[in-house]
């Protein structure tokens, strides 16, 4: 879990796409087919999802195809196929990759199969903790040791994981979203639940956490909620007129949030982590079903997509420093960055801008 966070400094506007990938859809598909994998940068290669069930590897510099792999035999009908998970093994930094029946390991260069794991492959966002594939299958949540392909751990959920699984950088806890809302927090070294917490449903968008409190957006009940990690205990919640879906992203105690509701337009906020205060709040101008955020590391801007905007944020004023509009597709997953290039995904493209 990167809390939205990522080395760099992002693009200084967006002007033009530096590249644009088309997603193929499958034979016979409907313009109607969508693709919510976030893309994964690994050196000069952009890993992503396409839309007719296979993974490309992309060159970062001009999207040229480098390989693809097949994914399924039949194109998925419900969700597509999971985001690319990077892991730094002991021969470099690797792809994983996840088929129908199993995880795959590759060369982010060259695509070849370093290792296949047979395992089935769960409906969220997959995580890394150290050595450990952590995977959500049904209502459970699967720990998977990358050095043997052995199952490690399986925990009982209360319902089916519906957003991407959160590790601590010590990768010690998971915490996961369900379904029907609720929150839970497992350790990892003994296979177990410390807490649940219930909430309204939350939708599919991240946690982020630091090393005292998982932060969540509250859903429906239009809440931003800080929990404490080792109890699940409030900490703090901050209200908005908005219902609040938006993904989380967490530096230097700057945490970035979105809300949308109805004919409004989507909204980023930026609170104080310890206290929940408002610093400031920006105004996309795009109607979305949320807005997602990232930071570059590097520099003191953030990023959001919502509908077919994408925008840079100055992080101490909320101001804007750059903005890109779309014509038709909407954005989808949030703005990956790796340096001075920011990839992202639309409903139906890859875009990079540099």
């Known amino acids: 879990m990167h809390n939205g966070l ?25 313009r ?8 994964l940068i690994v050196g000069d290669v952009v890993v992503c999802a396409a839309l007719d069930g296979a993974y490309y590897g992309l060159d970062a510099k001009k999207g040229r195809v480098l390989w693809s792999i097949a994914a399924c035999a039949e194109p998925p009908t419900r969700g597509g196929l999971l985001a690319p998970v ?19 390991c590759v060369d982010p260069t060259s695509g070849a199969v370093v290792r296949r794991y047979a395992h089935q492959p769960g409906s969220a966002p997959p995580a890394i903790a150290g050595s450990t594939l952590l995977l959500a299958q049904q209502r459970s949540l699967v720990a998977m040791d990358l050095s043997s392909g052995e199952e ?19 990768g010690s806890i998971a915490v996961v979203k369900c379904f029907d809302g609720t929150v839970s927090a497992i350790d990892l070294a003994r296979g177990k639940v410390t807490w649940h917490r219930k909430h309204a449903k939350t939708g599919r968008s991240s946690l ?8 969540c957006p509250g859903g429906e009940r239009s809440l931003f909620l800080a ?16 219902a609040c879906y938006g993904a989380s992203a967490l530096d230097h105690s700057t945490l970035l949030c979105s809300s ?8 980023v906020h930026a609170l104080d982590e310890r206290t929940g205060e408002l610093r400031w709040s920006f105004e996309t101008d795009g109607f979305a079903a949320s807005a997602e955020c990232s930071i570059a590391r590097g520099s003191s801007r953030g990023y959001a997509v919502a509908g077919t905007s994408v925008v840079a944020i100055d992080l101490a004023s909320g101001g804007e420093v750059a903005r890109g509009e779309l014509k038709s597709s909407r954005f989808a997953t ?21």
């Open 86 to 104: 990077r892991w730094d093994g002991g021969q470099g930094a690797g792809a994983l990759l996840f088929t129908d029946d199993a995880v795959l």
């Open 260 to 267: 949308f509701y109805g004919k409004k337009r989507t909204q």
């Open 32 to 39: 109607g087919w969508r693709t919510f994998a976030e893309p």
């Open 6 to 30: 990522f080395d760099g400094e992002g693009p200084r506007s967006f002007a033009r796409a530096a590249w644009r990938f088309d997603l193929k859809l499958p034979k016979g598909a409907v």
């Open 227 to 242: 929990l404490d990690l080792g109890s699940g205990e409030l900490a703090w919640s901050r209200m908005f007129d908005t």
């Open 208 to 215: 982020a956490f630091n090393a005292e409190r998982v932060f």
């Open 334 to 354: 949030i703005p990956v960055i790796a340096g001075e290039l920011l990839v992202v995904s639309t409903e139906h493209h890859v875009l990079a801008y540099r």
């Open 152 to 170: 490690r751990a399986r925990v009982a959920l209360r319902d089916e994981v519906i957003a991407p699984i959160a590790v601590d950088e010590k």
